[in-house]
């Protein structure tokens, strides 16, 4: 298998990870655990049971290879148990800590989140959860839990925090467009492209009037066509510097004004959207081609990330709901996809399938990757 400076072994950042249990009686160690979740995971499992069971398949040998000295797997209710207890923010963290090493050559960052469906537990909603991703990486570089008593508008700043966003390109969904919001990424150097929706109805009302006629200074625009599937998709980027100064003066940072035209023939059915969108970039200082790429290259967040957690990993499906067992499965779900991504990986589920001919190959992964 063909890898991709070096991670270092996943385990020793697992080491970092506190234990919630007592020391009296406690037979399998937490990285062990920790360890076993995540090479199961690479291998198809889904939960506690297909994780046990999947233990329960490896000789001796290789379970202590695992970190199991007596050469026993765990038993289901172990991994429920623990990983319930478990501080998700410390997982989380260690997780963020590990793979922070490919933020470096990441040029922009995708922000947006995420209801896990089968976590809801009677009165109590389903966990949601906002998460970061590098545009060209696809890595999940940070995740942060949002209580239902607030919202992704009082988290995203948290989860920015977790990371260096100095020199990075923040895109994120039209919930983000904020003043506050575009303030806290200009004053940690960083850059953002923002979706305008009704939310925002005045700003959203300024942006088109900027591209009525000819209202000049019009930066001429860009089409993409993209084709596949039986599908049909037409972008149309237009681009401005014209918005009012008095706008440009409540929006900090804020240059360009965007209209995106998206037309979509999906098997002879025509469908037309039109999305704004307000940056801090300067189109003096970079191609058009490369803003509109951070536009389209957002939605990798939906199709690389949550499309496979939720089709190729079955998240939604997943019934594990007590204590923070949703979020600490999560974490182990973005390992896997992020080990997978690093390691030039397109097809998540054709991996996963190989992996059941090469049942060793999992070893590789863990051992880390190179940048």
């Known amino acids: 298998m063909k890898k991709v400076k070096i ?89 963020r800590n590990y793979f922070s090493p490919v933020l470096e050559g990441e040029e922009a960052i995708a922000v947006d989140g995420k209801t896990l469906r089968g976590s809801k537990d009677g009165d109590l909603p389903a966990v949601h959860l ?92 860009l089409k993409d066509v993209t084709k596949g599937h039986g599908r049909v998709e037409i972008r149309n980027y237009m681009m401005s510097e014209s918005l009012a100064e008095n706008v440009l003066l409540k929006w900090k940072g804020a240059k360009t004004v965007l209209k995106v035209v998206r037309t979509r023939d999906i098997n002879g059915k025509l469908s037309q959207e039109t999305v704004y969108a307000i940056t801090s970039l300067d189109l003096s200082h970079m191609t058009k081609k490369k803003l509109a790429s951070y536009i389209r290259g957002h939605w990798y967040i939906e199709n690389k990330l949550h499309y496979v957690r939720d089709v190729t990993l079955e998240e939604d499906k997943s019934r594990i709901r007590k204590g923070n067992g949703s979020q600490i499965f999560a974490g182990l779900r973005n390992i896997v996809l992020n080990l997978f991504r690093l390691n030039h990986v397109e097809n998540v589920a054709a991996e996963i399938r190989r992996m059941l001919f090469f049942p060793k190959e999992y070893i590789y992964y863990l051992q880390g990757v190179k940048l």
């Open 7 to 95: 991670l270092s072994e996943l385990s020793l950042a697992f080491e970092k990870v506190p234990d919630p249990r007592k020391s009296w009686g406690k037979r399998y160690s937490l990285k062990a655990l920790l360890v076993m979740a995540t090479a199961a995971m690479l291998c198809g499992a889904k939960g506690p049971t297909s994780i046990s069971e999947w233990g329960c398949s490896k000789s001796r040998e290789e379970l202590k290879q695992l970190g199991f000295r007596r050469g026993i797997a765990p038993c289901a209710a172990t991994f429920s148990n623990v990983f319930r207890d478990l501080d998700s923010l410390a997982f989380e963290r260690a997780i």
């Open 130 to 221: 906002l998460s970061a991703l590098g545009q060209s990486t696809c890595v999940v570089f940070n995740e942060q839990f949002v209580s239902s008593k607030t919202n992704e508008i009082k988290v995203i700043v948290n989860l920015l925090d977790g990371i260096k966003i100095k020199g990075k390109v923040i895109t994120a969904d039209a919930l983000h467009t904020q003043k506050g919001f575009c303030e806290y990424v200009i004053d940690n150097g960083g850059d953002y492209v923002l979706t305008v929706k009704d939310n925002q109805k005045c700003l959203r009302e300024d942006i088109s009037d900027c591209f009525i006629g000819n209202s000049p200074p019009l930066n001429n625009g």
